[in-house]
């Protein structure tokens, strides 16, 4: 990891400030790697097993499924700066994925595999909390999601989405923030112009 030091300064700055001591986190360096996504590039393919984790340095990322009939896409989570990302089902059941995590923007991340992941849980407590918050960052966000479907408002959705990534509308084109939120283009604008006007 010498050449990538900045990035895993950050990392540990990240993992830092959520409790994890110095000693602890050494304990990762050797098995952190560096990458570079260029945009329309797969993280993890559909039908593929998610085998790593990934800690975004810059970038946008997004979960999404895609109709087998018709080719429609439908956003289901996005991963912008200093968050981790990976295909969580995939990931923690390795079984094959059901759905595709695709760069949306030229990224830069690092990323560690699931088995030295597996190693630090059994080496360390620092760890095993670790896992345990990612799993449940997981089932938090998946939650997030199917509750803001069943009882917000698309204009809620869109407030929630600002706070959580709150650079995205300048990355990515708007028909996929429409997509994640379950409206058509013009109902979005429409948000949009009322959240200005307020």
Same mark, same amino acid.
């Given at each position: ?29 050797? *098995?952190?790697?560096?990458k ?8 993890n393919e ?57 760069a ?8 560690? *595999?699931?088995?030295?992941?597996n ?45 959580k *990534? ?9 028909? *996929? ?19 200005v006007?307020?």
């Open positions: 990891m010498a050449n990538d030091v900045m990035e895993i300064d950050l990392l540990r700055t990240v993992l830092g400030s959520a409790g994890m001591k110095a000693e602890a986190f050494d304990l990762s360096l050797p *098995h952190w790697k560096l570079q996504y260029k945009k329309g590039e797969f993280y559909y039908k593929n097993v998610c085998k790593h984790l990934g800690f975004i340095i810059n970038g946008v990322f997004r979960i999404y499924r895609a109709n087998e009939t018709t080719g429609e896409e439908k956003n289901m989570l996005f991963f912008t700066d200093h968050q981790f990302v990976t295909s969580f089902t995939s990931f923690f059941s390795q079984t094959a994925c059901e759905y595709y995590t695709e949306m923007t030229d990224s830069v991340i690092l990323y560690i *595999h699931i088995d030295h992941l190693e630090l849980y059994g080496a360390s407590h620092q760890w095993e909390r670790f896992g345990r918050k990612i799993a449940e960052t997981a089932f938090y966000e998946v939650m997030r999601s199917t509750e803001g479907f069943l009882f917000k408002t698309p204009e809620d959705r869109y407030r929630d989405m600002i706070e *990534h709150p650079d995205i509308f300048n990355s990515i084109p708007l028909y *996929h923030i429409a997509s994640y939120l379950g409206i058509q283009g013009p109902s979005l604008s429409r948000i949009r112009k009322r959240m006007g307020k």
